[in-house]
């Protein structure tokens, strides 16, 4: 479905256009066009195929989805795969952006997300200062943008692992901990594979040879790359806490079981001297001479009561109970 | 066993040419020769050998079989093993695919493996303007085809890994789980040994100094490169979350115990009072008031009932039962 | 808020002069301006960017904070990024050091710590022979006194380590020796994120091709680099026994489990077999020749008490008890 | 312990020769001389020091022995250490081969190895149109030999590891199960210091810059090269496994311990209600109907069976029994 | 304080000097100063700093101590830091080796260490063809001492495991396992710090470009190197060991609970079942026939005794006890 259909001169958006005329814009000098297509199918990434003349493996590419992020170049174009994270409810959402660059046309193609890239168009054509690098600067601005909304993902995964780790110490439902943790690595797993490839794939963009249609823009995109740096980071360290939290989560769960045993052992205590004492006494031998003593009962039950008291003080003082 | 012998002239296919003929074609300029055999045995490939001149230690691997998967250049030539991996009932079934590649000639020996790649010869007809690459188009043709076949066996295991996971957090068949999750790593195993190692070995066939046959087909090996990464980082990540899923179960297990521990707990504590206050009033003291007491029986059993139900609403609500 | 604007020539302190004067330092030859601010806002970083020049994208860093370490070249000026790590109460605090600096000028940046850099300054200023470096030496001074500040850090989370360490083998409070080891590791992922990527780019300040500001200042940078590796080589290792601590822990859990387990059974045995003897004696059979015997109920008590005597000698040479 | 001491000249046998004569034949062109030791003493190699003019630090690690796999060169000769790994009865036995190679001279000192190296000369001399290659083929043909005795060790442990896997799911003998565990990984980790350095120093001998000795061989030594990473993934991988089959054969433990407790629990529930049942009939109230009446003790014994009955049915419905 | 102070010529002791004429001899070609230092004050190190001019940065380091092992170049000298680790009782102490080296100089001071160097200056003054190398081959002679010092320690350590190892297996003392594998793991990385970053260091001493002290010196190096390399992957080795055993020993533990938990519960039967039966007989029904009955006493003792008999078959059958 298309979004958008734009030409751009020297920085300046010039008009909309029917997607008809693109080839004759892409002929003037200074001039590059934007389209942006959501949901494509294969008909209109066809179309879009002959109209900027993209590589056969790119298209197929883009048709098949599920690609991992990567920046590829094709002659002096590039293709550019990103991973779109959503939140949506409790799930992660993962949708995907294919870029293709060309020297004068941006094509970009959004499937399966929620929220599309107008605020990234607004942007480019509030600083015609910069958009005047022309189809290089659209790219940044599209990486920028998703990697951009990785942060408060993580930041919310960050959230979720402190109430967490609380309840772990608290030492309360270690079942849904359990299972809490276990969703969380998962969702790391997913941003993680959002970000790391693109990590590698940026690090071509800046610093010795780079593609054509990013050169001069060096420190943009090292910028990108340094947020993605801090993205791997937080998701790495995220993921040791997560690892750690889990083997703590056992030994917390191993040493309840075990204050539950030494509880229920004391109670059982309680409960089996007075048991023992009154099979003393159940005991039907002739000559027992506290059977007939007047305050037998009552001597008997206070031994129990006596005991009883002193095992409570002496598990106490334990900490048993 | 020879499956198929046939020449190719630009791209087209040319005729089924018979095995003692193929040194007339290899001399004829544009054309190459494809052999396609399956399960050779020794003979065989000693005839191919003076066919084609291939190189001793590459003939002898073949012949040897169980190799890794690599890609070696023997002169001018490329000598191609590639693992093809096939669900066989519940197990995976590791088959080898041996390329001999030279200029004009590719022999392919499939052994052990159940489908063959009359599809990827098919293909390869169905498109002379990108079979005109010559033999480089066949190599890369059949590298495609065995690694796209390795998608749908992730996608399964995949599947797997999900089904243990519910039957972990719903605490069922915790044996069969274990049992499952190391079934689960062995295949990735298997997977990471067909796809790791052709990884490392594409890498060298795009970009920088490239096998002479490779030339000018890049983006098409870039393409399987960029396959096979995705098929690694899968792996990597099932296996890591197989890891977590372990360590997850014993934790499961664990509280699983701590859990039943706790509620046979509580039952002996119903069982135990019971018998405590039995036992009291099987004393045989002379003067015990409530022996003589016309309601002593109801009283005792009666407080006997009391106190279970009082603990049975105490372990009630600490969820013990 | 501006907390100190001094201008040096030669290594030696001009004089404190006012903001508005800087661009009139900074033409004069073999000048420098040391600019320090503190929480700084939107409002001074802009004034400064104006006077110094400074990138769009390097005060944007500045301006939005929790930036990850790093040293990045814009032309030839550095915006440098340090992690102040205070301990604070329990806590560990991390502040941020932005650090601008050209060939005539320093603008350091402090946000969210404690403790200034007035000590750095007055270090320069007592050494003007090698303040004659100019604006490298004063970044030295400041990134040597950041990572100075490391250490003893790293020193109480070794003592902390320690400490825990004979908790654990005294066996007592397992469940603090959980949050204690859960709690060091957070601190220690704090102190890698701030000397982890400050060790990377320090590495690019010496040897090979450095930026302009630093040449001829090698070996100082090499020192502070050797610092951060001592750092990183501390942290990492105190790491790996945390997690080691964390399994050994939860060894003497379940350790402890078994021997308490072992006690209980004792004791529960000890409390069992009276029991059984007494339920014998309580039978209510006409023809129990021990009941009439005169000596039945001592002997009875007796045989309970030579059996439990006997058990406990056992149990004592197990050492369950 | 002299074994052999032959010439070679075009790659044909000429003699066997007395130890005296090696300078000799030495000064000869197109001849090289080959001398085996076993277990040899520091006389022995010091002889042979002067003979071959082999350098002291060379001499003095063979001397000592137990020095890691690792190919030094030293001038235009190369220093070799090969472990031979033998399988003793159950244990791996570690032997060491030190291959000193020269332009025109091979000497290999083995010691403590069972087997020899004697159809490693055979196989030479059946094949005089690679000996023609020199001393490098010998070099060749000992690796060679040296490396393809390590499979069948790595089949014998991968069999055993699968023999440990069955018993860990069949649930018998976990604690053999712990002991051949830790057993296997003690003999793979054998095996990594025998093959693991060797492979990184066999890396050296084939593409890029060799040494004079093994050029034109590169084919063979990538050969020996590709089997040695062959061996090291097999290793990894069963390595792998087994910190696996530990974690799996823990739960598995715990698991049945888990179970044990349940069985016990169902057992105990079993004996403590009919005690708890005969507890209450043996209370010694005046007023108890049912010891009056005629059929109570078959009612009271009815009644505990009936329980026991639906108790049993319970617990097997529940599968604890 | 000062050790030595004597002046070598052409490899061989010209005499032992004072401290106050070093500048004197420095000035002779062909001469070289060695001068040996212990636990150094402040004041020792600043004479030496300006009889040699050592680098202020350099005496900073050795002033301090407590570096980790290094080796920078400051200009055409060198500044080594050493790890020298003795046993002391049961612990290993750490002490620090600071080795000074210029074109006619070697300063080594040494820091709380037991045992000195003399016998490094002797083995230097027997071999005077190899000290006529100069101050790098005191540096070699140093560096080889230092490391051959470590291999006794890492030979103790491996013995420690594997009586470690032989107590797990045989199931005693899990107690003193957990806290000697602990011990252990510490020890490693003491040794780790010591020989890890010196591998590092020592790799820069030959091969391509190397600093001028130690030209033509390059296999003496190389074998230190390989010393290390040696002690590096032992050490590696150790330390997977140690992880393998912690997990196997908690395997033990948990499979030793389990064992006495059955062992446990089959005593309770023993003595449960008799007291249910007890429990029968002493229920106060007046229609019991087995009451009255001549031989019912016996018959009931009778009754528990082959209850109790059968059972104690099972449990030894099933190896419960």
Redesign the interface.
Known sequence: MLVNCVAYQEGKKLADIDRKDIHLHLKQPGTFVWVALRDADAAELEEMQEEFGL?E?AVE?ARHGH??P?I?E?GDSLFVVLHVVEQSGEELNVGEVDVFVGRNYVLSVRNRTERGFSEVRARCEREPELLQHGSGYVLYALMDAVVDRYFPLLDALEVQLESI?ERI?AGTS??AN??A??DL??KL?TL??AA??LLEATGKLYGGRVPQICSGMG??F??VY?HL??IN?SID?IR??V????????????????E???R??A???L??????V???????????P????????PF??GL?VVIDAWLFWRFRKARWL
Chains 1, 2, 3, 4, 5 share one sequence.
């Open positions: 590589h493996l590419d690609q991992r990567k590829e094709y780790e110490f270690p079942r359990i299972e943790l276990y690595k998962q797993m993680k594979h790391g490839p420190d943009y090292r910028d340094d740096v801090r980071h360290s040791e806490m690892t750690t939290a889990i083997s703590v989560n056992l030994s917390m769960i191993t040493l309840g079981e075990s539950v045993t030494k229920l052992a109670y059982a205590a409960v089996a001297v007075p048991t023992m009154a099979g003393v006494y159940g005991m039907n031998f002739e000559h027992m506290e059977l007939k003593w007047m305050w037998g009962y008997s039950v129990m």
